[in-house]
């Protein structure tokens, strides 16, 4: 991940994305590049040429929040792209960032997942690895090699297709929220490796993640097809917890009375039939952290 420039790379990464008809131009004839012309987003901004290309070019770092405002305005940029916008464009705070440290899970928050015994739920941390879970929740993720970590099951696991049978809608969401994550910390260490690694590992993810498509996790209805008890359509609200910045609650609902909810329940079934057949000393685990 280039971080020399990521106001000027996300700047162009949505210019491209958008067609002059998009925005009431005319579109024009013998077009030399993909999506919009700066002098283009210059008009429809309300600022010159000139400054946008220094924009894009990394030469001009600090625009006036009425600048940023009217960029937005110009590339249609939903909110969560509007506010990271506006994050990248203040990024340089001349701040050391603090060394990463351990992300510990609340105990009281464990606590009070497990007692949803029929309802999925897991933490997850800013790079959305799953921090924890109960017992429904890490159930309906297991049987993958990166169960713990979403980004990568999404784009390094083999049955990851077959687990998503929208596997392209979760993709793009997938990237367009760790996108999110990157512009509150672009700096994190962490955030980079992953980056690197699926950059080199996975087409796919190197190709949305040069949209720079951005979206905050919130809620959404997703499918899956889980290898014990088939499809499932669950529902899922994404809460912030408050005493732990950048840690997600998620969790899982099926509609009443529909076969998501029976699909649920036998899952549920044979996790606790799981959970009694463990060693004793295995019933207790301290709380999950990311190194």
């Known amino acids: 991940m280039n971080r020399d420039n990521l106001l000027g790379q996300f700047l162009r990464a949505r210019r491209e994305l958008l067609q002059p008809e998009d925005l009431g131009l005319p579109p024009g004839t013998r077009r030399r590049v993909a999506g919009l012309r700066r002098d283009e987003v210059a008009q429809l901004a309300g600022v010159s040429t000139d400054y946008y290309v220094r924009l894009e070019q990394g030469r001009e770092r ?5 600048v940023v405002f009217a960029l937005a305005r110009a590339l249609a940029l939903e909110e969560d792209a509007a506010a990271h916008l506006l994050r990248l464009a203040g990024a340089s705070t001349g701040r050391r960032r603090p060394a990463p440290g351990r992300e510990q899970v609340s105990p009281y928050l464990l606590r009070m997942m497990r007692a949803w015994p029929h309802t999925p739920a897991v933490v997850l941390g800013p790079r959305l690895t799953v921090l924890a879970g109960n017992a429904l929740g890490k159930a309906l993720f297991a049987g993958h090699a990166h169960s713990d970590d979403l980004v990568r099951l ?3 696991d083999e049955d990851a297709r077959d687990f998503y049978p929208d596997w392209d809608r979760v993709a793009v969401n997938t990237v367009a929220g760790l996108r999110a994550t990157a512009g509150t910390d ?10 690197g690694e699926l950059s080199l590992r996975s087409e796919a993810f190197r190709t949305l993640w ?10 959404e209805t997703k499918r899956f097809r889980h290898p014990l008890v088939g499809e499932l359509t669950l529902h899922y609200e994404s809460l912030t917890v408050n005493g732990a910045p950048g840690q997600q609650l998620v969790v899982y609902q099926a509609d009443p009375g529909s076969p998501s909810e029976e699909a649920l329940a036998l899952l549920g079934s044979l ?4 959970e009694v057949r463990r ?3 295995a019933a207790e685990r301290p709380p999950a952290t990311e190194d």
């Open 279 to 281: 060693p004793a000393h």
């Open 210 to 219: 040069a949209r720079h498509d951005i979206r905050q996790k919130t809620h």
């Open 271 to 274: 996790t606790a039939e799981q």
């Open 186 to 195: 672009p700096d994190d260490p962490r955030l980079i490796e992953v980056v």
């Open 154 to 156: 999404v784009f390094l």
């Open 62 to 66: 600090h625009p006036s929040a009425q």
